[in-house]
């Protein structure tokens, strides 16, 4: 096609084909016009990941708007030739998808009321991971272990907040019909226990003292920012004053003593404090002969067995004199 014929179709608004080369044109004006700016953008946040992020997505969703606008402007002359088709059309398209729609709404949700963000640690419609990378229809998981205790139903193999290395999607229509769980959207850190179980014959005053003072001596810092948070979330919402210094409890459970200690920490370095803490606490018991309790369990057998093993077994008693 000659460069003449082609610049008449793209002024050319009445035909079909003037139309589609029009359309055309402006799909690709703005395909390069998002690259220039999303390059512009990366070069001036090149040191900060979330500007960068928000601003290359905020770049595409207004050139997107621009080109929709401009191609409903372009092809708005044949809408009363369509409205028939259109208006039968409508309710299917409407009905096939609600899932997209809902999907865009939670979308409108997530960002309107600040549920989570890209860099948050989240769980949501039962996958926990850190969030990296929010569109209108889905969000994007990089999905971290569960912990021993949870449910037999965890689809994770690793036993622990840590990445399995899985990006999981997940609808953003999910966040009207599941609970979210955000880890760190006001506060960077979490409380967190370690348990103990010793022997109610040991010194469990002291293997509290222990466990108690090893808490105390990890990460001192991070409480006094703690402190700070919770001041600072406490002007937004209405809430209870909570403890953030070490504290221990103790019940008897089994027959034995269990302690369990309760602290704060970072919510990324959850496992490393717990790490830290008992492997101290550990050595120390040792040091003080304080043994950890282990349940023991008995197995009865019914008579039939016992009788049988009885009856294999010699006379406990000498023979009886005729």
């Given at each position: ?22 359309t055309l044109t402006i799909v690709l ?98 996958v926990r991971g850190d969030v990296v ?21 965890a689809s994770t193999w690793v036993s ?163």
């Amino acid at each position: 096609m000659s460069p003449e014929r082609l610049l008449e179709l793209l002024v050319d608004t009445d035909s079909v084909a003037g139309l589609a080369v029009t359309t055309l044109t402006i799909v690709l004006i703005a395909a390069a016009a998002r690259l220039v700016a999303i390059a512009l953008v990366r070069r001036r946040f090149a040191d900060d990941q979330y500007r960068r992020y928000w601003s290359a997505k905020i770049v595409t969703y207004v050139i997107v708007t621009i080109a929709l606008v401009a191609l409903i402007a372009l092809w708005a002359p044949l809408g009363g030739r369509l409205s028939v088709i259109i208006g039968f059309a409508t309710a299917g398209v409407a009905f096939a998808m609600q899932e997209v729609i809902g999907a865009l709404f939670g979308w409108v949700n997530i960002l309107g009321g600040r549920i989570y963000t890209v860099g948050d640690r989240v769980e949501v419609a039962g996958v926990r991971g850190d969030v990296v990378d929010i569109t209108p229809l889905r969000t994007t998981l990089f999905e971290i272990g569960s912990e021993p205790s949870a449910s037999a139903g965890a689809s994770t193999w690793v036993s622990a907040r840590q990445p399995t290395g899985r990006m999981v999607t997940v609808s953003n229509k999910k966040t009207f019909t599941s609970p979210v769980f955000n880890y760190s959207a006001h506060l960077d850190w979490i409380w967190e226990e370690v348990v103990f179980a010793v022997s109610r014959d040991d010194d469990w005053q002291a293997a509290e003292a222990i466990v108690l003072e090893e808490m105390c001596a990890d990460e001192p810092e991070l409480r006094r920012e703690g402190e700070a948070a919770l001041t600072r979330l406490g002007e937004r919402y209405l809430l209870s004053r909570s403890e953030v210094e070490p504290q221990t409890y103790v019940r008897v459970a089994d027959g034995d003593v269990e302690i369990v200690g309760r602290f704060v920490t970072a919510v990324r370095g959850a496992r490393r404090a717990k790490d830290r803490i008992v492997r101290r606490v550990l050595a120390r018991f040792c040091e003080h002969s304080i043994a950890l309790a282990y349940q023991t369990y008995s197995v009865a057998f019914d008579g039939d067995v016992a009788a049988a093993r009885d009856a294999a077994q010699p006379a406990a008693h000498g023979p009886t004199s005729a």
